[in-house]
């Protein structure tokens, strides 16, 4: 790893698309490649997953991706908690990043929260994406803007419950953008409440009100509080 960083900050590089997932890389290794994307390496696609790696060090790194070139991220199964994804979401929305992969990381519903409330502006309510919203914490959700260019996020068995499914299918509509593909599956969430093969929503037993999972065109939203 530590001869492939020196390569990657050269003006001659040719490397753009860079993918060393399962290769036994340490916090050591990642820490280096950090380095390398701080110096300017014109990575574009980066796929690191089924590395251990410490929160710590995915702090670090998300401080790295702001001023980056990268536009495709794939870091799953890399042993992420809500604290790595709370520093990653915070820094996507400063990034060129469109599609990151999170698969396998246990974000927990902390995590989701977080995810939902940084691809929008802020409004008065976001801290309620997964709980009741009154009429006018939807219109202001309506009101923001995207904060980040993504299309792909995909979030499989994050141990993602009911609860911050429910936040992100809430964003899912009114973003002003094509979220091509969002992925919930394999999460231990209620289908009767959010279905996370296509993201209605219900807050009874009947699928009433659909919001929105995937597409090429942004729908109207459907929004049913729960």
């Not at 974000?107 to 409004?123: E, M, N, R, W, Y």
Request: proline share 5%; charged share 15%; glycine share 6%.
């Amino acid at each position: 790893i530590n001869s492939l960083c020196e390569v990657l900050t050269q003006d001659t590089n040719p490397i753009r698309q860079l993918d060393i997932a399962a290769t036994e890389m340490t916090d050591q290794g990642f820490g280096c490649l950090t380095q390398a994307l701080k110096q300017g390496a014109n990575i574009t696609v980066l796929k690191i997953g089924h590395n251990r790696l410490s929160d710590n060090c995915i702090i670090e790194f998300a401080a790295a991706i702001t001023n980056s070139t990268l536009l495709e991220l794939d870091i799953r199964d890399c042993d992420i908690t809500s604290a790595g994804s709370a520093a990653l979401t915070q820094s996507l929305p400063k990034s060129k990043i469109s599609r990151i992969t999170l698969d396998g990381n246990s974000l927990t519903d902390s995590g989701a929260q977080q995810i939902a409330q940084s691809l929008v502006t802020p409004f008065p309510g976001n801290d309620h994406l997964d709980r009741y919203m009154n009429r006018d914490q939807i219109r202001a959700l309506r009101a923001a803007n995207a904060t980040t260019p993504i299309y792909h996020l995909s979030l499989a068995g994050t141990n993602i419950s009911t609860t911050g499914a429910r936040a992100l299918c809430r964003v899912m509509p009114d973003l002003p953008i094509s979220m091509h593909n969002f992925t919930l599956t394999q999460n231990p969430i209620n289908p009767l409440q959010v279905d996370p093969t296509n993201c209605w929503m219900t807050s009874s037993g009947s699928k009433s009100g659909t919001t929105f999972l995937s597409g090429s065109t942004r729908p109207s939203a459907g929004l049913v509080e729960g």
